[in-house]
């Protein structure tokens, strides 16, 4: 008989949307189930109520993460998302609330201190406003910094810019300044096709791509490559001419005499062998008449 672990490891959400919007009551704005999760819309001002009811009520302890979404074609643009986890029944949900620029949404610090750091982000990225929060400042920005980042209109190149002046001696901030216009991107893949000759593709007319070859060639045998047992025995039997080992007897030869001890080298006077050792200075040599002198001296 197979035993059902009181913790899944994946909880279905069979009843659950069902269940959370009948214990919501009044406070919910829509439920729906989508990608396998279920999401539930309250009223801005009971989220506070709202979530109080599904942690202490129906086991979602833990708060995972507040998100932000932008839609500026809303009157109220933007969603703060809150993703919750009970630990108890390994399951997740999604409440959502919405809001605009001006109005602000509850605080949770009071359920869940972790999310004075989470709205704050959301605050710093999105600009929404939480009320009850009594450290709302940006988080993820610099100093100065204008706009908030996430939103859809938010230019791609930001407002202001910062660089260390040498004359001040410290960060200074000034207006965007680019060193181009941007340029139309026109977003449709180039490979699907398009009406414009694309940036390097210039001189393609003029230099129209080369025939197929009809017969390619391959190194797929000996026959192709010119390798095989005859080029390696006809490789073995030649030899450059005038080649050393040849002129001095092959690889058994003695090793040739000294350039000094062969006949119609000169020889230096004063200078003995290498084999008995430089003990002797060249006569003709007054720097070396000068240091045997100062040797002997010593």
Known sequence: MAVVHSAPKYAPNTGVKDALSAALGSMLVSAHEEHGEVFLVVERSQLNAALRLLRDDHDYQQLMEIAGVDYPSRAERFEVCYC????????????????????????????????????????????????????????????????????????????????????????????????????????????????????????????????????????????????GAKADAKAAKTESPGSPDLDDGGDAADAPEPTESRKGQPRREGRTSDTEGATEVDKSDPDADAEGEKGKDQ
Not at 104 to 122: K, N, S
Not at 138 to 149: C, K, Q, S, V
């Open 84 to 227: 919750l986890l009970s630990l108890t029944k390994n399951h997740r949900i999604v409440v959502k609330t919405s809001t605009d620029e001006a109005k602000p949404v509850p605080t949770v610090t009071d359920i869940w201190p972790v999310a004075g750091w989470l709205e704050r982000e959301v605050f710093d990225m999105y600009g929404v406003l939480f009320a009850g929060n009594t450290d709302l400042r940006r988080i993820l920005t610099d100093y100065g910094f204008e706009g908030h980042p996430f939103r859809k209109d938010f230019p791609l190149t930001g407002h202001v810019e910062l660089r260390y002046s040498e004359d001040e001696k410290r960060v200074v901030y000034q207006p965007v300044e680019l060193a181009q216009d941007f340029r139309s991107f026109d977003f449709m893949s180039p490979w699907e096709g398009a009406d414009y000759v694309l940036p390097g593709d210039e001189k393609a007319a003029e230099n129209p791509a080369p025939p197929p070859v009809s017969e390619p060639k391959v190194t797929e045998s000996p026959k192709d490559t010119g390798a």
